[in-house]
């Protein structure tokens, strides 16, 4: 157990639609990073935060958004969802601003039928 | 500048043998290279990392080495065992700032008794 929590587990929704993915990182991480992978593909890195504040952006589609609140979770909002943003989404933490390790959550899969 | 390419895809060894990836990074700022395992329908988990200042780093069965003037470093699995299969990324991240965690393409390692 890596002591990222993401929630959902499983995702299923229709094109059009909007939803929250979250993640609570490990206690005393201050940064949170989400990606991206879809079937048989790397890790896609979409957004990174840090004590609230956003630090990093990767590629991240505009209908993606992203914010870290002030108890240091996270959430993830995926709108105008389309067939392609099927995939798995991982949140991970890190402690600090500086990157070490980073631990990841067992993943939110999303579904768009 | 952000890139790290990892080689190859895919890697079918055979049990007992030596499995390895390369990586390859072009930003100098990096220093820290972890390489991550992820079996199917997991997060990516920490495997080994690794700093510059050292060409080698071992763990068990698992090894870094690093050159740094060629800015490339692998991962070396001396005996592998099907419970090894897995799939395995390499990432590289720089310090003093707020830089996400690049991430190589992944290889989907079997092995095979």
């Known amino acids: 157990d890596s002591g990222v929590t993401q929630t959902p587990k499983h995702l299923i929704t229709a094109t059009g639609q909007r939803v929250t993915l979250r993640c609570s990182p490990r206690?005393?991480?201050?940064?949170v990073y989400w990606y991206q992978q879809s079937l048989d593909q790397g890790l896609q890195f979409l957004i990174h935060?840090?004590?609230?504040?956003?630090?990093a952006k990767g590629n991240i589609l505009e209908r993606f958004s992203a914010q870290q609140f002030p108890d240091l979770h996270s959430e993830l909002n995926l709108s105008s969802l389309e067939l392609g943003d099927s995939a798995l989404y991982f949140c991970?933490?890190?402690?600090?601003?500086?990157?070490?390790?980073?631990?990841f959550g067992q993943g939110t899969r999303l579904t768009v039928v | 500048q952000q890139q790290v390419k990892q080689s190859p895809q895919s890697l079918i060894v055979q049990k007992g043998g030596i499995s390895i990836i390369n990586c390859a990074y072009e930003n100098t700022a990096f220093d820290y290279f972890p390489w991550y395992q992820q079996f199917p329908g997991k997060g990516p988990a920490l495997l080994i990392a690794?700093?510059?200042?050292?060409s080698e780093k071992k763990e068990g069965r698992f090894t870094i080495s690093f050159n740094k003037s060629a800015k490339q470093f692998s991962l070396h699995i001396m005996d592998s065992q099907p419970g090894d299969s897995a799939t395995y990324f390499c990432a590289a991240s720089g310090s003093g700032g707020y830089q996400k965690v690049t991430f190589g393409t992944g290889t989907k390692l079997q092995v095979i008794p």
């Open positions: 991970a933490s890190s402690p600090g601003g500086q990157n070490t390790e980073a631990f």
């Open positions: 690794i700093r510059p200042d050292v």
């Open positions: 206690s005393g991480d201050l940064s």
């Open positions: 935060y840090y004590n609230g504040e956003e630090r």
